[in-house]
């Protein structure tokens, strides 16, 4: 069923990406209402390609994500949709398998590294014995043998004197060297998918090159697929073949990264490129800002979700924006925006100085 | 500074030693004899070095010594203190462990299967539990359980009060014991059944659960591994604590059940006997437990959680 593929204008794509999200949906029911946290995203990846997720928080990068390792809470959540990992012993799709089968790819054929390396390693435990638990989970092996493997692993990743450190616990560990033994932790398998969920943030600016280095070093030598999600643009520019924009839920912009850059299709893209500061381009005053704030997820607005900041929202006849959800299409080949306006007519108002 | 406030205190030990017919002599005779003839400075260093070197007391025929550690001579007893406690420790020391395994085993137990089961009807039993158990004062739950045996002939108060070694009668000692342990452990078992369930809910909500799920774990193995150990880990200070205070008698359950621990008998020092010596004796060993299982958590606490550890 690769349809859809071919309805969002990757139709040169082969019909079977690695992993294909379709109409992906997550919602968390609360006391004050259904929170509506993922809508119907779909997109896919392929092995050796990097995807970027970008979006604010609680746009519902993190949710989706979550959702196809099969971490949320089965009870207070609900999930629709379909994710399909196209494996070489044939499809599956981890929305509809047994709870059972989806724990077993998890950390074998889909890994995830999370945002603060600190919170996200058990402080009892060394990070020797973490990392050999992953591996022993899919290997049957001695502890020695998981010893030596984690000891090759932190090598890899570059932790200096890995043979001495990996005895050591994560406090004895600096923040960047932390999640390096997260990725090295999330690898041991070799997984043929790595989400990573915001693998910088945490960290200083310095390391956050050395990091992206490493991922990006790692994807080659493994040949995987790789979702990043991220705020940082410039780390998208930097690593990413793909980039998937979501807003309030939904995907608003998707393609490859230089037509998203600098064609962008999409209002709310535009306000987040804007809104970088520019060493060559910086003419003094403000920075640009998006106004107004992110919508609550449980009461959207009607029409356009973005509608309520969007500046080019007078340019569409007829009040479309409030009263119509625009859907995803296509404004040029491989890549697809959800905005009434077209690339051209977009293109007309910057130039009578709309969203500048 | 005990000895300082029973110092102070307007009861002559000599004057009760005594009797109702005493003549002022014979008080002066005993006062000098039990070494309060002296300034209280002198007499409070004369305590702290009978604990270390033993006390003679007296002179002449009346001559008698407490050896090493001497807490001094109580007259009601016509015993040295350290003999009184040494006989008592048995009772207060079966019931503080006894206890605590019933209360650390069913307390933690409760806490996991209601964590684990939260929201069900497990686990609202199991906060019914808690709230009965812990708002239940000890001398309600003791007397509840003492009529209740009484009336099932489960339970003998003569035998109650002579001690029963578990080496060589261990039904007999159990017999004994049981029914204070139930007392003892039940407000400490809902208090540790609320603190277990806490820790194991707030611990699940932890990143690094998160990771060990990402890794693909198993549900059992990452409540057994990753998540229990964080959780339990903070008990080992309540219980190190709340067993370190017990080992101080638990006046109590003690009296209900007529166990002469170290709880009873200071009981009865400070209402019935006046008995300074022994309560400054009982309150020192309390204190000297509750320090020394502070220590012990310490130490415990530095294996089980690295980050504490010294380099």
């Known amino acids: ?356 | 500074m005990v000895y300082l406030i029973f110092g102070l205190l307007p009861i002559d030990p000599a004057r009760i030693s005594c009797g109702v017919h005493c003549s002022p002599a014979t008080v002066l005779g005993n006062r000098h004899r039990l070494g309060l003839d002296v300034p209280l400075y002198e007499q409070w260093w004369r305590f702290i070095c009978g604990i270390f070197a033993g006390r003679t007391y007296g002179d002449g025929v009346a001559q008698f010594t407490c050896p090493a550690p001497s807490l001094g001579y109580s007259f009601p007893h016509n015993e040295c203190v350290t003999n009184v406690i040494a006989n008592a420790f048995p009772f207060t020391l079966s019931l503080a462990i006894g206890a605590f395994i019933l209360w650390m085993s069913f307390g933690i137990s409760f806490g996991i299967i209601a964590a684990r089961f939260r929201g069900t009807w497990i686990d609202k039993s199991a906060t019914a539990f808690v709230l009965i158990g812990s708002s239940l004062p000890t001398f309600i739950v003791g007397l509840l359980v003492y009529i209740a045996a009484f009336l099932m002939h489960w339970i003998d108060p003569i035998s109650q009060g002579l001690w029963v070694s578990p080496f060589s009668d261990p039904f007999g000692f159990f017999k004994n014991f049981i029914f204070p342990w139930i007392t003892l452990a039940l407000s400490f078992a809902a208090i540790y059944t609320r603190l277990t369930r806490g820790n194991v809910i707030e611990t699940s909500s932890e990143d690094f659960i998160r990771t060990a799920r990402a890794k693909g774990v198993s549900n059992r193995r990452i409540l057994v591994k990753h998540n229990l150990r964080t959780a339990l880990a903070p008990l080992v200070t309540n219980a190190g604590l709340d067993f370190g205070g017990l080992l101080g008698g638990a006046i109590i359950t003690e009296t209900i059940f007529q166990l002469p621990g170290l709880g009873l008998i200071s009981l009865k020092a400070v209402l019935h006997d006046y008995d300074l010596p022994l309560i400054m004796g009982t309150t020192l060993v309390a204190a000297t437990f509750i320090i020394l299982f502070n220590l012990i958590v310490d130490v415990a606490y530095a294996y089980l959680d690295p980050r504490v550890r010294i380099q």
């Open chain 1, 1 to 356: 069923m690769p349809i859809l593929i071919q309805e969002f204008g990757f139709s040169d794509r082969p019909m079977n990406a690695f992993l294909e999200v379709r109409n992906l949906s997550v919602s968390f029911p609360t006391d004050d209402g259904l929170v509506q946290a993922t809508n119907d995203v779909s997109f896919s990846v392929e092995l050796g390609q990097t995807l970027a997720i970008v979006g604010e928080s609680g746009s519902g990068k993190s949710v989706s994500n979550l959702a196809i390792m099969g971490l949320h809470n089965p009870k207070s959540t609900n999930i629709s949709g379909q994710a399909i990992f196209n494996l070489e012993t044939g499809p599956i799709d981890v929305l509809a398998a047994p709870e059972e089968t989806v724990r077993k790819m998890r950390g074998k054929t889909m890994s995830m590294i999370f945002q603060d390396p600190m919170s996200s390693l058990h402080p009892f435990y060394s990070i020797g014995n973490q990392i050999s638990e992953a591996w022993l989970l899919y290997n049957d092996a001695g502890k020695k043998e998981a010893k030596a493997r984690a000891i090759e692993m932190l090598d890899l990743v570059g932790i200096p004197g890995a043979s001495r450190r990996v005895d050591d616990f994560p406090h004895q560990f600096s923040g960047g060297m932390r999640q390096r033994a997260m990725i090295a932790m999330a690898l041991i398998n070799n997984p043929k998918l790595l989400i990573a969920d915001e693998p910088t943030t945490a960290l200083d600016v310095t390391v956050q090159a050395q990091i992206m280095e490493l991922i990006k070093n790692m994807q080659k030598e493994f040949n995987m697929a790789v979702i990043l999600i991220t705020h940082d643009l410039g780390i998208v520019a930097e690593v990413a073949d793909d980039i998937n924009v979501m807003y309030a839920g939904r995907l608003v912009e998707a393609g490859g990264v230089d037509d998203v850059f600098y064609n962008s299709d999409h209002p709310y893209t535009r306000g987040l490129l804007a809104s970088i500061p520019r060493v060559d381009s910086f003419h003094g005053g403000r920075l640009s800002t998006i106004p107004g704030q992110p919508p609550s997820l449980i009461h959207l607005p009607s029409g356009c979700s973005f509608s309520p900041r969007c500046a080019f929202a007078d340019h569409v006849a007829g009040n479309k924006c409030q009263t119509t959800m625009p859907e995803l299409t296509a404004k040029a080949p491989k890549h697809l925006a959800r905005c009434h306006l077209s690339a051209s007519e977009i293109e007309s108002a910057v130039k009578k100085g709309v969203g500048a």
